[in-house]
């Protein structure tokens, strides 16, 4: 009598799958909460409130009663932790998830929301480019100040941080341009400082 012969699956640990949730997730429920939690970075209380309030599917359970979260569970975890990340309301998030809940005749009502949720992220990068150019504008004012009491022009570049170093003119927005003009026009120079002390003592 044939034997059939046993089949592997090589299935991805809690971490691998939540780094990168590609692919169709393994629906087979295996995962700890704690797993979840230290691969997430989310606390237990949280995956329980987001279980709670509808963000992820009523969890399987162990013949314990611990929750055993599955790759698809990951996969959901991940998405809403970027959408977190955007600053997105809990509210929208759920509003998501109960359009996905209804299936493909939703996939429209879908890409408004992120489609929408995207200008506000757009407007959030452009805001924070032109704060970062006002903030690259005063550590030049107070290097070259440093400069000027003698202080190595290494020790003041370490003030500026590799990231800001980085960014491309490309990245300028228009917000960030005005807002360098402005610190710039209201910085008098050394130039004029010491014109204007002359003219006092004339």
Known sequence: MATLASIEIDLRT??????????VPDRTPRHSIS?????????????????RIGLLDPVDRAASGQRRY???????????GRLRLTGMPVA?????????????????????????????????IADLHATLA?????????????????????????AQTPQAAQIPQAAQTPQATQATQAMQTSQPTQTSRTSHRKQQRA
């Open 14 to 23: 809690c971490s691998e799958v939540f780094a990168a949730p590609v692919g």
């Open 35 to 51: 797993e979840v939690a230290a691969a997430s970075g989310l606390t237990v209380h949280t995956l329980r409130w987001y279980e």
């Open 70 to 80: 599955c790759d698809a569970d990951l996969h959901r975890l991940a998405f809403l």
């Open 92 to 124: 929208d998030m759920l509003r998501y998830v109960e359009l996905a809940r209804e299936g493909e005749r939703t996939a429209e009502d879908r890409r408004e929301l992120l489609v929408a949720h995207r200008e506000v992220v757009r407007q959030q």
């Open 134 to 158: 006002v903030l690259d504008f005063k550590i030049d004012i107070y290097a070259g100040k440093l400069a000027a009491c003698g202080v190595p022009a290494d020790a003041a570049r370490t």
